[in-house]
Antibody, heavy 120, light 110 residues
Framework: EVQLVESGGGLVQPGGSLRLSCAASGFTFSSYDMHWVRQATGKGLEWVSAIGTAGDTYYPGSVKGRFTISRENAKNSLYLQMNSLRAGDTAVYYC??????????????WGRGTLVTVSS | SSELTQDPAVSVALGQTVRITCQGDSLRSYYASWYQQKPGQAPVLVIYGKNNRPSGIPDRFSGSSSGNTASLTITGAQAEDEADYYCNSRDSSGNHLGWVFGGGTKLTVL
């Protein structure tokens, strides 16, 4: 079955760190760009990070310097190392696959998400 | 970075047609993709590219684009279409490449 399964979420204190994982199965993981997208409770989707097939990485200003995305193709796994966490980082974090079709790029596969709560 | 603007809420009578719009500068360079999200579930892709539907998405969903505005149209809305809808595109403003989501539109089917 083609799927993405996130893990590693939980409760962490402000200023703390957490590492999320995303296990991919049913497709050739190394051939796809992968992203993390988050959603605070009752709020919209927010793009968090991306990693290309060549290992190139991208971040929005809100997490740049604090979050690091990485991948381990041999293990079909995507990671998100989150440091210096703030209350505003509290959200469900989704792992998502990007499909490239000519000039089009879109998220064609999503995991179910893992909840990160930053609170003292 | 660029932003994508959506109306927070839209309603439609059962069986009628509704258009959900998304505005942003990035849409002048990139097509939007559209995602449906129901409570407690992950987003699901409904439209991508110029006007393409993934397998399994009903043909009542369609997309269009003009200038800085992308639109998702549901022709003959059904009760099961009640959900939040998000647009998304790449963003190449400034000195970096990224991605951006609209704030989402809550669709109510009356």
């Amino acid at each position: 079955e083609v799927q993405l399964v996130e893990s590693g979420g939980g409760l962490v204190q402000p200023g703390g760190s957490l590492r999320l994982s995303c296990a991919a199965s049913g497709f050739t993981f190394s051939s796809y760009d992968m992203h993390w997208v988050r959603q605070a409770t009752g709020k919209g989707l927010e793009w968090v990070s991306a990693i290309g097939t060549a290992g190139d990485t991208y971040y929005p200003g809100s997490v740049k310097g604090r979050f690091t995305i990485s991948r381990e193709n041999a293990k079909n796994s995507l990671y998100l190392q989150m440091n210096s966490l703030r209350a505003g980082d509290t959200a469900v974090y989704y792992c998502a696959r990007v499909k490239v079709a000519g000039p089009d790029r879109y998220f064609d596969l999503w995991g179910r998400g893992t909840l990160v709560t930053v609170s003292s | 970075s660029s932003e994508l603007t959506q109306d927070p809420a839209v309603s439609v009578a059962l069986g009628q047609t509704v258009r959900i719009t998304c505005q942003g500068d990035s849409l002048r360079s990139y097509y939007a993709s559209w995602y449906q999200q129901k409570p407690g579930q992950a987003p699901v892709l409904v439209i991508y590219g110029k006007n393409n539907r993934p397998s399994g998405i009903p043909d009542r969903f369609s997309g269009s684009s003009s200038g800085n505005t992308a639109s998702l149209t549901i022709t003959g809305a059904q009760a099961e279409d009640e959900a939040d809808y998000y647009c998304n595109s790449r963003d190449s403003s400034g000195n970096h490449l990224g991605w951006v989501f609209g704030g989402g539109t809550k669709l109510t089917v009356l």
